[in-house]
Structure formats: structure tokens, C-alpha cells
């Protein structure tokens, strides 16, 4: 190891043996080396410490040797001259330093006009940048503008078109209204008819009360008649609720359409401002207020739940007309008819119950085969699964006595994994076998109850032929019929 500032083979201090010292001579007091010596950092170098002045330590050895010579150790050393004060050498700096430090400063200078021309490069590219963002940034927004005034437009067309279409069917229900008042007062005459009808079907008992097509035809004669004339008034106020709702309706889109003019002159005064425009200023913190209290799609949503709604008002309107029409269609083509169409209803009544006993008959034939095939089923499932339980047996044998093996023959081999998969094969195929068995027990009990209800219907069709047969076919003999039952006086 060498003492800090010289090298042991130094020429002004001779051999190591002859300079005999074990460390560096005390340097003066402690407190003038600290106040002479000052290191010098580079700016932005200030905890670089590739160099140190040599020179001090130089000095040092050099007395080391002088007092050597004085106490006649080392006769042969030449002279050293030292200055007297050897503080005053502390702050010299070697040529080697000298030529360090102005590279230091050289490097330095051409890292910071390195830096400053980069950041000058970034600074433009940045200024370009956001100027071609802010330019996309306004004709993205021109066009988001052009883009909502086409909406506002479009919006506008529909709602303009809806009120037209809901006040012309506004219009029609007033008329419906004053024809279904009309029609009212003339459904007394028929009723009397389709009443007495109704009085001789009403002596079938039991469950021989079927609504048939007779009874249909009867009933739509009570409808059009006796409940449609209470139908008809009730209607009438209906027409006059719906009528309101309407109204209501209207008020809507005209509150919508007015809305939307406004918003569409102050969106096309948005669209053509410039930045050239003379009434452009600053509004600070316009951006930071949200007076909004829609989204487009709600926005978009209210226009189009203002059509709907006057969409289904006037689809309830138009239902009620024809609802309207409908009766009195039925009225002004039925009545006239019915007289002839109870009659042929009751022949085509008893041939169709007729036939329907037919098709009964065959499925409960058929029902008790597939019962007799359902029986034959599950008792081939419980033979299947009865064979199967002696494989799973062998199989699940198999592995218990392969488990007795010792050490290292526990090997997990081809026969251990077959058997493993064949109990667990085996195993399934009796889940499905029980699962099938219990499906075709649920089958059979469903084709008994079946039977049963066939049974029972049969029953009940050989009561109803001998009703319609014996009993109803002699009820009508006249019916009015009168023009005016269609609202039209």
C-alpha cells in the first residue's frame, strides 16, 4: 500500500529503507491545511472527483526526506529546497489538471448547445403539432355542428310530419265518435232476437255447456247487440280519453318542434362563426360549466319517445276506429245473416263433434298400444341394467386387487388406466340406462292419464251430439236486420 500523494519510488525521497518513516510527516496544524485548500468543482461537476492536486503530496514526502538528512540518516539524498511556508503550495494545480478541467468545460458547453438546439427542434415540432391539432380539433367540431344540425333537421321533418298525421286522425275520431252515439240507440230491435236464442242454448246441463261455434255465432249476436251497445257508449268515452291524450300528445311535439328551431338558429349561428368573426370574444371558464342536461342518445331519445308516444297515441286511436268499424261491421254483416248461419252452424257443429269423436277413438287405440310398447320398454331397461352391474363388478374387482401390489409395481400402466376408464364407462352407461328407465316410467304414466282424459272425452262428445241433435236445431225463425245499425242515419 503507498501513502496518499507520492509514490514510494519518488527520486528526491531514495529508498524506502533509507527514509525509514511509517507515515507522512505531520503537515502543519490541522486547521491551516483545511482553510488553504480549497477543491475546485466544475458547474454541474460538483461530485467529480477524477483529480487531485499532486503537488501537496510531493511536498510532503520531499520535508519527510529534509529532516532525514538532518538527523544524518541519509547522507547520500541531495538537498531539497522547500518554500517556507508550505501552505502556500496547496492551492497549485498540476498542467495534467489544467488540461482536465478546460476538457471538462469544453464538454460541458457542447452537451448544453446540444441540448438547447434538440430543444429547439422540440419546441417547433411541438408548435406544429398543436397547430394542426387545433386546426383538425375546429373542423372537427364544424363538422360535429353541420352533423348536429343535419340531426336537429332531421328531427324536425319527423316531428312536423307525426303532428300532421296525429291531427288528421284526431279529426277521424270525431267522426267515429258521433257515429258510434248514433249507432247506440238502434241495437234495441235485434236484441230481442239474439237474447231468445241465447235463452233456448242455455237449457244444455252440465258440461254439455260448450262454447261452440254455435255459441260463438249466439254470442257474437249478445256482443253486437245487448253488451255492444254498453260497448259502444263506453267506447265513445273511450274515443273522447284518447281524444285528450291526443291533445296531449300535440302539445309535445309542437313544445319539441318549437325547441328544435330554436336550437337549430342558434347552432347555425355556431356553425358560421370564423375566427374572423367580429362577434367572437372570451367567455373564461365556459368550458368548466356544464349547463347541459342531455347526452345525444338522450336527447335523440326524447324526440323519438315524443313519436313514439304520438306514434302509439295514434295507433290506439286507429285501434279504437277500427275497433269502432269493426263492431259496426259486424253488426251491419252479421245481424242479416245470422238467421241462415245459426242453422248451417249447428249442422257443421254436430259434424265436426262427430268427427272429433272419430279422432278420439283412434288415439285411445293408439294410446293403449304405446302404452303396451312402453311396458315392453322398461322392462328391457331393467334387463339392460341388470347386465350391466356384473361387468362394473369384474371392473371394480380388477382395480381393488391391483392395489395389493407392492413397492414400486403400484405402476399407474395401460391395463390400470383401462380399468379405470371402463369402470367409469360402465358407470355411465347405468346413469343413462336408470336415467331412460325413469323418463319411460314418467311416459307411461303420462299415456295412462291420457287414456283416461280420452276416455272421458269421448263421454262428453256423445252428450253433446245428442243435445245439438235433438234439441237445437228448430231455434230461429226470423231476424231483422236494418242499415241503419251501422251508425249512419
Known amino acids: 500500500m503507498e501513502f496518499l500523494g507520492t ?14 518513516f511509517r507515515a507522512l510527516p505531520p503537515a502543519g496544524p490541522a486547521p491551516e491545511t483545511q482553510e488553504c485548500y480549497q477543491p475546485y468543482s466544475l458547474p454541474g461537476y460538483r461530485y467529480l472527483k477524477s483529480w487531485r492536486p499532486s503537488l501537496f503530496y510531493k511536498v510532503s514526502n520531499a520535508q519527510t526526506c529534509v529532516d532525514e538528512r538532518a538527523t544524518g540518516r541519509s547522507p547520500l539524498r541531495p538537498p531539497t529546497i522547500l518554500p517556507a511556508l508550505r501552505s502556500a503550495l496547496f492551492c497549485r494545480y498540476s498542467p495534467r489538471d489544467w488540461d482536465k478541467s478546460n476538457d471538462l468545460q469544453m464538454r460541458g458547453a457542447e452537451a448544453s448547445r446540444l441540448w438547447a438546439s434538440r430543444l429547439t427542434g422540440d419546441s417547433m415540432r411541438l408548435m406544429q403539432d398543436k397547430d394542426e391539432l387545433t386546426r383538425q380539433m375546429q373542423e372537427g367540431t364544424c363538422r360535429n355542428l353541420g352533423q348536429r344540425l343535419s340531426d336537429i333537421g332531421f328531427w324536425k321533418s319527423e316531428l312536423g ?18 257515429r258510434l252515439e248514433c249507432a247506440a240507440e238502434e241495437l234495441n230491435c235485434p236484441l230481442q232476437v239474439a237474447l231468445e236464442c241465447l235463452y233456448h242454448r242455455e237449457k244444455r246441463i252440465g258440461i254439455d255447456l260448450v262454447h261452440d261455434n254455435v255459441e260463438k255465432n249466439l254470442i257474437q249476436e249478445v256482443d253486437l247487440l245487448k253488451c255492444c251497445q254498453e260497448h259502444m257508449r263506453k267506447l ?9 291524450d291526443n291533445r296531449d300528445a300535440q302539445h309535445a311535439l309542437e313544445r319539441d318542434l318549437e325547441d328544435k328551431s330554436s336550437a337549430q338558429f342558434i347552432d347555425e349561428k355556431c356553425y358560421n362563426l370564423r375566427n374572423t368573426s367580429d362577434c367572437i370574444t372570451f367567455f373564461h371558464g365556459m368550458e368548466k360549466v356544464d349547463g347541459t342536461v342531455s347526452v345525444p342518445e338522450t336527447w335523440a331519445k326524447f324526440s323519438n319517445d315524443n313519436i313514439r308516444h304520438s306514434q302509439n297515441m295514434r295507433a290506439n286511436s286507429i285501434r279504437l276506429r277500427e275497433e269502432a268499424e269493426n263492431l259496426l261491421e259486424t253488426l251491419s254483416d252479421q245481424m242479416w245473416k245470422q238467421f241462415t248461419n245459426t242453422n248451417l252452424a249447428f249442422s257443421a257443429r254436430i259434424s265436426e263433434v262427430t268427427d272429433v269423436k272419430n279422432k278420439l277413438q283412434t288415439q285411445l287405440a293408439k294410446t293403449l298400444q304405446e302404452i303396451f310398447q312402453a311396458e315392453n320398454t322398461i322392462m328391457l331397461l331393467e334387463r339392460s341394467i341388470m347386465a350391466k352391474e ?7 374387482t380388477r382395480l381393488e386387487c391391483r392395489t395389493w401390489r407392492p413397492n414400486v409395481e403400484l405402476c399407474r400402466d ?6 379405470v376408464n371402463e369402470v367409469f364407462t360402465i358407470d355411465d352407461t ?4 336408470r336415467l331412460r328407465l325413469r323418463e319411460t316410467q314418467d311416459t307411461l304414466q303420462l299415456l295412462v292419464m291420457t287414456k283416461c282424459r280420452l276416455e272421458h272425452e269421448l263421454a262428453v262428445k256423445a252428450n253433446t251430439l245428442c243435445i245439438d241433435k235433438e234439441k237445437c236445431m228448430g231455434m230461429r225463425k226470423t231476424f231483422p236486420c236494418t242499415p241503419r245499425l251501422v251508425g249512419y242515419t
Not at 356384473?390 to 371394480?396: G, R
Request: aromatic share 6%.
Open 7 to 20: 509514490s514510494q519510488t519518488a527520486s528526491y525521497c531514495g529508498p524506502k529503507k533509507a527514509c525509514a
Open 236 to 244: 265513445a268515452q273511450r274515443i273522447d280519453i284518447q281524444m285528450r
Open 430 to 433: 347405468l346413469q343413462t340406462l
Open 161 to 178: 310530419y307525426e303532428l300532421e298525421r296525429l291531427l288528421n286522425e284526431t279529426h277521424s275520431m270525431e267522426t267515429v265518435k258521433r
Open 390 to 396: 356384473c361387468p362394473l363388478k369384474v371392473a371394480q
Open 414 to 419: 395401460i391395463p390400470q388406466f383401462k380399468l
